[in-house]
């Protein structure tokens, strides 16, 4: 079957590290994107990791290991409009991501 | 020079109606998407149209007709509708599926 689980919530107060763990079952997994958004906005694209290790992009670092159908979100120096809601997506051979319900990030003084 | 627009950005009708929402990408994506997003912020995919032709059609109640006349544009027609369709609609366009870009959305709320 399919699942995917990230923790629904999860705090941090500004200049912190912040992981967001992802776990998944997927057929036909091909790689795991990650995705922001802010309340009241549109899913942006983050990164995407098609092989096992980490890829960095400024303060934000994802990471995949395929074996343990694993990835997470790591962000760096939090600022406060980094509050989001963060979504991993696996995405599958057959060119369909998948979603699910996120994890809201608050982001505190 | 929006990337992915959408119309309108809010829907309120009643129960029973008809309506559509359109969508546009003027980034020369091949494949675009719908998404239903509720209250609880999950987010799923609906369709997914590549160059015009549906390839992903999900769960979904045959009461929505999704329809693109070309590669960029996608409508969605909603029939009869029903209290549980409010939710945010996010079109979106990519050129791979793992980076797609979204629309604003259209929030639609049933009464």
């Known amino acids: 079957g399919q699942s995917l689980e990230q923790p629904s919530e999860v705090t941090a107060v500004e200049g912190a590290i912040v992981q967001i763990n992802c776990t998944y079952q997927?057929?036909?997994?091909?790689?795991l994107s990650w995705y922001q958004q802010h309340d009241g906005g549109a899913p942006t694209f983050l990164s995407y990791?098609?092989?096992?290790g980490l890829e960095e992009t400024g303060r934000f670092s994802s990471f995949l290991s395929r074996s343990d159908s694993y990835g997470y979100l790591l962000l760096q120096e939090l600022q406060m409009k980094d509050s989001a809601s963060y979504f991993c997506?696996?995405?599958?051979?057959?060119?369909?991501?998948?979603f699910g319900d996120g994890t809201t990030l608050t982001v505190k003084p | 020079d929006t990337a992915v627009s959408q119309t309108p950005k809010y829907l309120v009708t009643q129960m029973g109606n008809d309506k559509s929402i359109k969508c546009e990408q003027n980034?020369?994506?091949?494949?675009m998407y719908w998404y239903k997003q509720d209250s609880k912020k999950f987010l799923k995919i609906m369709f997914s149209?590549?160059?015009?032709?549906?390839?992903i059609n999900e769960t979904v109640p045959n009461r929505f007709s999704p329809k693109s006349p070309d590669k960029a544009h996608l409508n969605l027609h909603i029939n009869s509708l029903e209290l549980g369709d409010s939710a945010v609609y996010f079109c979106?366009?990519?050129?791979?599926?793992?980076?797609?870009?979204f629309g604003p959305g259209t929030r639609l709320t049933v009464t």
């Open positions: 997927t057929s036909g997994f091909y790689g």
């Open positions: 979106a366009s990519s050129t791979t599926a793992y980076e797609q870009y």
């Open positions: 980034l020369g994506h091949d494949t």
């Open positions: 149209y590549n160059n015009k032709e549906l390839i």
């Open positions: 990791n098609a092989l096992d």
């Open positions: 997506a696996p995405n599958t051979n057959a060119g369909k991501s998948t």
